[in-house]
């Protein structure tokens, strides 16, 4: 049956209406233009067009991201839409095979309806040709993505009918250098509101606001995507406060320490086994328990973060491990905990901060109590909506398509911010993690593995000394076995030094008090025969007083068949701390000790 009907759908009128439709902003900024010319005079409209122009310049010279992000993204859509894409757009979708025919014979093609730009990104809304499907497109995505010169491509359906085409047109961070937070010496120029992590796709330094927005971290990352720098770099930022006190950390590597192991001397508390850093995390919830009630009864809501209230940041590395893939028992243990941690502890200074591979709700339930989320590399594109909120990748946040070259570059997303912002965060080396570490321990005091706490190694002397008229000859290789103090540190796990036997040459670094006690009646008995050895013992068991000293003593005394060989420290918050070093084959006296 032949069709007489006229061809009334290609008639100028109902052409003008359907484009006035299909393009609002352009349609409606003509008709204002066109008024303004009529009303006012077209020599007022260009002098105000002028102005504008001069405006919008120095807007842009004076803060480029707050341009683009209100004005610049807007104005850059439409431009290229009109002059990149949408004049090319036939051409190039009749040269890829997307082009089809309906049965009288006539071209269908893809409509472009709308682009959409950010930084990084630009966002191609097509509408599909009649009999056209979303792997048609998936197909000929590298030819799509080669003809318009993009960096990278991806093909998803909005709804029935519609497919958004994202291409990539620049990567800021090939030449942009994340420097490295320089060491902070002093804690008052710390500001836990602005701790400076990395940088932005605009070049903004990105800060964290563990105060009152960023209270709670996740970060989500395939291996190698760079999860460490991150966590790292925080610690980095956090260092001058650790060193005064102010601030805490925690930290839990279940892969036995490969990430974190080189600084735990650092650390609060540490555990490199899931068993332990549940038994770490037990005693975490328990403190910062004891403190919320105990500023409850007095009268305060919020702590401050200073020595008496430090804030805790819990740090866990493969959270997966303690609430998927570790033993049930812990699982069951540990998600009660975390969740109590991430629930009730915002007043009273506890922070946590979590890294995992898999961010499913199956594999991490408590992920929504995460306030901030940060998707790095990312291997499914499920995964970017379970990392950073439903519609993220919508919005262009593509963790998926995050190069394998590019490690630490991430998608973060904020509390009270609506779009993912993409970011980098700076790479640390081992020399700069060694650095950390060393600026932190200066001191003396090293922390180790959980519930364990030693001092640094004490400098022992390679030939003999001569201390008056005695000689005190250097001990022979000698053996430190650190146990910990239960007066001192009731969270320990391992049994009392006192309980220790020496005869296994084992050391106890403990208070002297403990030491003291220790100590059978004839060893005290030998031990008190100078006079010098006993003024000091009987100095550090007895008094309490002496914690303003930071001196170091080192005395020698010989207890018994084994020479002995103690370094002791105190320090402000450890008043009673000493280790002691024994031979573990003492040399003969050269001659007799008066």
């Known amino acids: 049956m032949t069709d007489t009907r006229v061809k009334t759908e290609k008639s100028p009128i109902r052409s003008g209406a359907r484009f006035l439709a299909g393009h609002p902003r352009s349609s409606s900024s003509a008709v204002v233009l066109s008024a303004a010319v009529i009303g006012v005079g077209y020599q007022l409209v260009v002098m105000a067009a002028g102005v504008a122009v001069v405006a919008g310049a120095s807007w842009w010279l004076l803060d480029k991201p707050t341009f683009d992000r209100f004005a ?3 104005l850059r859509a439409w431009w290229r839409r009109w002059l990149v894409y949408q004049r090319q757009w036939v051409r190039i979708a009749f040269a890829c095979n997307l082009v089809t025919t309906d049965h009288r014979g006539e071209s269908l093609v893809p409509a472009l309806l709308r682009v959409r730009s950010t930084w990084v990104w630009d966002t191609l809304t097509i509408r599909m040709a009649k009999g056209q499907q979303p792997e048609d497109f998936e197909h000929v995505l590298e030819r799509l993505t080669n003809a318009y010169k993009a960096r990278a491509g991806n093909i998803r359906q909005i709804r029935p009918g519609r497919i958004a085409l994202d291409l990539q047109r620049r990567e800021p961070f090939d030449e942009m250098v994340v420097p490295l937070p320089e060491l902070g010496e002093q804690a008052s120029a710390v500001d836990l509101g602005r701790l400076e992590i990395g940088r932005d796709e605009y070049g903004r330094p990105l800060t964290l606001d563990l105060l009152r927005r960023d209270l709670h971290v996740l970060f989500g990352g395939a291996t190698g995507a760079g999860k460490g720098s991150w966590l790292w770099t925080l610690l980095r930022t956090l260092a001058p406060l650790v060193k005064a006190g102010h601030v805490r950390l925690w930290v839990v590597d279940p892969k036995g320490g490969q990430e974190f192991g080189a600084g735990r001397a650092m650390f609060h508390a540490f555990a490199d086994n899931a068993r332990d850093g549940l038994t770490l995390v037990d005693t975490y919830v328990k403190t910062l328990d004891a403190r919320k009630l105990d500023l409850g009864r007095a009268g305060i809501r919020t702590a401050t973060p200073s020595v008496e209230t430090p804030l805790d940041v819990l740090v866990i590395d493969e959270l997966s491990a303690m609430t ?9 243990a540990f ?3 975390i969740s109590t941690a991430l629930t009730q502890f915002r007043s009273v200074g506890g922070r946590v901060v979590g890294a995992t591979q898999e961010p499913t709700k199956d594999v991490i339930p408590m992920r929504g109590l995460f306030p901030t989320k940060i998707a790095l590399r990312l291997d499914q594109a499920s995964y970017v909506d379970m990392c950073l909120g439903e519609g993220a990748r919508d919005m262009g946040a593509f963790a998926d398509k995050i190069p394998a070259y590019l490690p630490g570059v991430a998608y973060v ?10 970011s980098r965060a700076p790479y640390n080396t081992d020399a700069d993690i060694l650095q950390l570490r060393d600026d932190l321990t200066h001191c003396g005091l090293h922390r180790t593995q959980f519930g364990r706490h030693f001092l640094r190694r004490p400098e022992l002397p390679q030939h003999p000394v001569h201390r008056g008229h005695r000689r005190i000859d250097p001990p022979h290789r000698p053996v430190h076995a650190f146990a910990p103090c239960h007066h001192l540190y009731p969270f320990a796990t391992t049994a009392p030094p006192c309980s220790a036997s020496a005869s296994r040459r084992r050391v106890n670094a403990t208070c002297a008090r403990c030491a003291w ?19 000091r013992l009987k100095s550090w068991s007895s008094s309490s007083t002496n914690r303003a000293s930071t001196s170091s003593r080192v005395t020698a005394a010989e207890a018994g068949p084994t020479r002995l060989s103690a370094c002791s420290i105190a320090t402000p918050h450890h008043p009673f701390l000493f280790s002691l070093a024994i031979s573990e084959t003492p040399p003969a006296p050269t001659q007799a000790e008066p």
């Open 324 to 332: 998927a893939y570790g033993d049930k028992d812990i699982i069951r």
């Open 517 to 535: 006690s220790s100590m059978s009646a004839n060893r005290r008995a030998s031990t008190m025969s100078s006079s010098r050895n006993a003024t």
């Open 413 to 422: 997303k904020q509390d009270g911010r609506r779009e993912p912002l993409r």
């Open 335 to 337: 998600e009660p905990l």
């Open 72 to 74: 610049g993204r807007l």
